[in-house]
Nanobody, 119 residues
Framework: QVQLVESGGGLVQAGDSLRLSCAAS????????MGWFRQAPGKEREFVGA????????RHADSVKGRFTCARDNAKNTGYLQMNNLKPEDTAVYYC????????????WGQGTQVTVSS
């Protein structure tokens, strides 16, 4: 089992920055990658970005490329989502998720953290 605890959400103005953290515990050696997703009211959950745990290879959704960056600190078993130049349309609940080695889906999920961007 892997447990994920998120932090760092809040209320900011358009153009501001936030960094979300996702602390992993438990069988962290089994993590292959960490993904970030978001869900706005009335909308489906969407992929934001992901990073491989060992190699640090990242990919991001087109809607956030150039503004959001996934990172990780293996020593701290923590993943990060750095969000710059935030826009009102980025308002959502953000979730981190962990993908185990050998699995294609994200099996473990954080509790979610609210990010609200005012115009």
């Amino acid at each position: 089992q892997v447990q994920l605890v998120e932090s760092g959400g809040g209320l900011v103005q358009a153009g501001d920055s936030l960094r979300l953290s996702c602390a992993a515990s438990g069988r962290t050696f089994s993590i292959y990658g960490m993904g970030w997703f978001r869900q706005a009211p009335g909308k489906e959950r969407e992929f934001v970005g992901a990073i491989t745990w060992s190699g640090g290879v990242t990919r991001h959704a087109d809607s956030v490329k150039g503004r959001f960056t996934c990172a990780r600190d293996n020593a701290k078993n923590t993943g990060y989502l750095q969000m710059n130049n935030l826009k009102p349309e980025d308002t959502a609940v953000y979730y981190c998720a962990a993908q185990r080695r050998g699995y294609t889906s994200y099996e473990y999920w954080g509790q979610g953290t609210q990010v609200t961007v005012s115009s």
